[in-house]
């Protein structure tokens, strides 16, 4: 699948943006709650990782958006 290779290029050049699109489109498309909530929690950890701080995480709408997605109940 293209996104399998996208995910693959994006981890070797240590792109996390690119890998956040790519999770975010793996979720938006997946029909399993599980799997679309697991894909959520790991923008939420790029995303994390890359700005360092909740808080700035939680003031972007994109990303308080997928926080809540995340954690609610599918």
Known sequence: ELLDILESIYQQLN?????????????NLS??????KALLYQCIQ???EVVEDYETVRAIPSGWS???KAISPA
Do not use: S
């Open 15 to 27: 792109r996390p943006g690119d890998l956040l699109y790519v999770y975010g489109k793996r979720a």
């Open 31 to 36: 029909h399993d709650p599980e799997e679309k």
């Open 46 to 48: 790029i995303a994390l």
């Open 66 to 68: 997928l926080l809540r």
